[in-house]
C-alpha cells in the first residue's frame, strides 16, 4: 500500500532563505508525482507535476525533483516571500488500472517577514 | 482557463439528513474523482468514475456514498444520510483521457452538526 510522508511538517525560515521540502513514497511504481499547495481553508493548487520518466521540473522559483528509484522528491524553493506562506502537499499517482492520487500529510511553511 | 468548479462552497446539514455536492468538471475531461480533507488530516481518495460507472472507490466510500453523473456536465456526490465524521471538505477532480494530471476544484466545506 503506497504510503507518501513529508518532512518536516512544520517550517518558519526568514524571508529570502531558500528552502527545501522533502517527499518520500514506499512504492516506486508511479504514474507522476505533483506537488500542490493549500493555503488555510482553501482548495489544492497544483504547482508542479513531474512525470515518472523525468527528474525535475522547474516553474519560477520552485524546483521539483524526482527520484523514483530511491522513492523521494524534493521541493526547493528559491528566494522565499511570505507570500509563500502555505502548506505544501506532495501526491503520487499510482502505475495500475486505479489512478487515484495518494496524497501526504503536508508541510505547514511560515515565511517570517 | 477551463477549471473545475464545485457548488456549494459552504454547506451545513444536520446529521442524519441527505446532502448532495455537485461538480462541473472540465468539458473535455472523461475521468471523474472525489476526495475529501478531514480538518488536520490529508486528502484521501474516495471514489473515481468513468464511462459511466465506478472504476474504484476506496473503502471510506461506503453505502451511504453515491456518484452520480446525471446531465452532460455535471458529476455529483451524494450523501444519504450524514454523520458527524463525514464533516471535511470535498474535492471534486477531472482529468483528459490520455493524460495522467487531474485538476482539483476549490472544494465544497461540509459541516454536519
Known amino acids: 500500500k503506497q504510503e507518501v510522508t513529508q518532512i518536516p511538517a512544520a517550517l518558519s525560515v526568514p524571508e529570502g532563505e531558500n528552502l527545501v521540502l522533502n517527499c518520500s513514497f514506499t512504492d516506486s511504481a508511479i504514474y507522476n508525482l505533483q506537488w500542490f499547495r493549500q493555503d488555510p481553508g482553501k482548495g489544492l493548487t497544483s504547482l508542479l507535476l513531474?512525470?515518472?520518466?523525468?527528474r525535475e521540473q522547474t516553474s519560477g522559483r520552485l524546483n521539483a525533483s524526482l527520484d523514483k528509484s530511491s522513492g523521494r522528491s524534493t521541493l526547493y524553493i528559491a528566494a522565499s516571500q511570505p507570500g509563500d506562506s502555505a502548506t505544501y502537499l506532495c501526491?503520487?499517482?499510482?502505475?495500475?488500472?486505479?489512478?487515484?492520487?495518494?496524497f501526504g500529510k503536508g508541510t505547514r511553511l511560515h515565511i517570517l517577514p | 482557463e477551463p477549471e473545475v468548479t464545485q457548488t456549494p462552497s459552504h454547506q451545513v446539514t444536520q446529521m442524519g439528513q441527505e446532502v448532495i455536492l455537485r461538480c462541473v468538471p472540465i468539458s473535455n475531461h472523461l475521468y471523474f474523482y472525489w476526495y475529501r480533507q478531514i480538518l488536520g488530516q490529508k486528502v484521501e481518495f474516495l471514489v473515481s468514475f468513468y464511462n459511466n460507472e465506478i472504476s474504484e472507490k476506496s473503502e471510506i466510500f461506503d453505502d451511504q456514498f453515491s456518484v452520480e453523473r446525471p446531465d452532460g456536465s455535471n458529476f455529483t456526490l451524494k450523501i444519504r444520510s450524514t454523520k458527524l465524521e463525514d464533516s471535511a471538505m470535498y474535492f471534486c477532480a477531472s482529468r483528459k483521457d490520455g493524460t495522467y494530471e487531474q485538476y482539483f476544484g476549490p472544494g465544497t466545506r461540509l459541516t454536519v452538526t
Open positions: 513531474i512525470q515518472s520518466s523525468q
Open positions: 501526491a503520487v499517482s499510482a502505475m495500475n488500472r486505479d489512478d487515484k492520487i495518494i
